[in-house]
T-cell receptor, first 113, second 114 residues
Framework: DQQVKQNSPSLSVQEGRISILNCDYT??????FLWYKKYPAEGPTFLIS?????DKNEDGRFTVFLNKSAKHLSLHIVPSQPGDSAVYFC????????????FGTGTRLQVTL | NAGVTQTPKFRVLKTGQSMTLLCAQD?????MYWYRQDPGMGLRLIHY???????AKGEVPDGYNVSRLKKQNFLLGLESAAPSQTSVYFC?????????????FGPGTRLTVL
């Protein structure tokens, strides 16, 4: 049973436009959510996170939105740049359980010129 | 400040051979983790540690053992490698905060078992 789902395996966006990556979760005990970015042959790099006490968190071009009632979060990248092309993983944890992360399967973002 | 490092970067084993993957972090993090990533799947937790001398099982622990003798190191062992253990292995570490921990990952070890 996959507790964190990223239903879009890939996404293509033009440079300068908005990229929206989506993630759904089923476990209501999750209270901390993260997005990681991964380039080929490298480890995942932390991008942005959000606690369940918030519904939005912003960091430069990256904004994460959390809808607890729908068990849904999204990552917005505005404006998208070619260097954003990577695989993005959504992850969730229950604070107080050694922060074990449950990952989604990832969405490959391609930003075209 | 090197962050999280992993040794080796690549390894090819024959079925039945054993090996140890080394993870080291210089951020004084209490928690450390081992994940594997397979094609089309997210990262899955193998084992983790909440402090020196402690280890616990994650989602997919079978066929692996771990040790955390020093706070900065976390070892992942395969006693008798199987082709199903062909994967990319990532180590991560984190410190605890009140609102949730951020894990920092190493560059990965690509393991092929023939």
């Amino acid at each position: 049973d996959q507790q964190v789902k990223q239903n879009s395996p890939s996404l293509s966006v033009q440079e300068g436009r908005i990229s929206i990556l989506n993630c759904d979760y089923t476990n209501s005990m999750f209270d901390y959510f993260l997005w990681y970015k991964k380039y080929p042959a490298e480890g995942p790099t932390f991008l942005i996170s959000i606690s369940s006490i918030k519904d939005k968190n912003e960091d430069g071009r990256f904004t994460v939105f959390l809808n607890k009632s729908a068990k849904h979060l999204s990552l917005h990248i505005v404006p998208s740049q070619p260097g954003d092309s990577a695989v993005y993983f959504c992850a969730a944890s229950n604070t107080g359980t050694a922060s074990k992360l449950t990952f989604g399967t990832g969405t490959r973002l391609q930003v075209t010129l | 400040n090197a962050g999280v490092t992993q040794t080796p970067k690549f390894r090819v084993l024959k079925t039945g051979q054993s090996m140890t993957l080394l993870c080291a972090q210089d951020m004084n993090h209490e928690y450390m983790y081992w994940y594997r990533q397979d094609p089309g799947m997210g990262l899955r937790l193998i084992h983790y540690s909440v402090g020196e001398g402690t280890t616990a099982k994650g989602e997919v622990p079978d066929g692996y053992n771990v040790s955390r003798l020093k706070k900065q190191n976390f070892l992942l062992g395969l006693e008798s490698a199987a082709p199903s253990q062909t994967s990319v292995y990532f180590c991560a570490s984190s410190y605890a905060t009140l609102l949730g921990d951020t894990q920092y990952f190493g560059p990965g070890t690509r393991l092929t078992v023939l």
